[in-house]
């Protein structure tokens, strides 16, 4: 959720997807400009579609898109999009460290996911990272433990649920 102008805007899923692609790419340029065709060729959408989501992320002063020039995240859009980031690294960190996934299966899952946390959820993850990252090697290695006894490759417990129910812009 978003506050402007004491009003709550709420972002969907896709809009957060854009504000964190637009973070990404911008890293790439000295001034921070972002072109639409680089937007629609990340998220593999049409130029259309990315011009009317750039505009209503506009008109909601996340981004700065001068007419026929580069699109750059406002203060507020830089903002957002880092914590989005944020939330993002912080689930891949999880699934990949603690859970013991591949880098693939770790990416694809958060980029599902990171639109339902709440933002207590996501601190909390935050906190128990960093609490983890400084517990002496083996006490995480305690609990990592689980890794080791673990057939990652199979699905037991959840072999009814359906594959890739949501997909997110990473795949």
């Known amino acids: 959720m978003v506050t402007k102008d004491k009003q709550a805007i709420i972002l969907t899923a896709t809009q957060e997807d854009y504000l964190e692609v637009i973070f990404q790419l911008s890293q790439q340029d000295p001034e921070g400009s972002v ?40 203060d507020h859009g830089r903002k957002m999009a880092t914590d989005i980031r944020h939330r993002h690294t912080d689930l891949v960190t999880f699934f990949t460290e603690v859970l013991g996934l591949d880098e693939r299966a770790a990416e694809q899952d958060a980029c599902k996911i990171e639109h339902g946390l709440s933002p207590r959820t996501a601190e909390r993850l935050h906190d128990f990272l960093e609490y983890f990252q400084q517990l002496p090697q083996p006490d995480q290695q305690r609990i990592t433990a689980f890794q080791t006894t673990s057939d990652l490759t199979r699905v037991r417990q959840f072999k009814n649920l359906m594959q890739n129910r949501v997909r997110g812009w990473r795949g």
């Open 35 to 74: 072109r639409i065709t680089d937007i629609a060729r990340e998220l593999q959408t049409k130029l259309p579609t990315v011009t009317r989501t750039v505009h209503k992320l506009t008109l909601l002063g996340l981004l700065e898109h001068p007419h026929r020039q580069g699109v750059t995240l406002s």
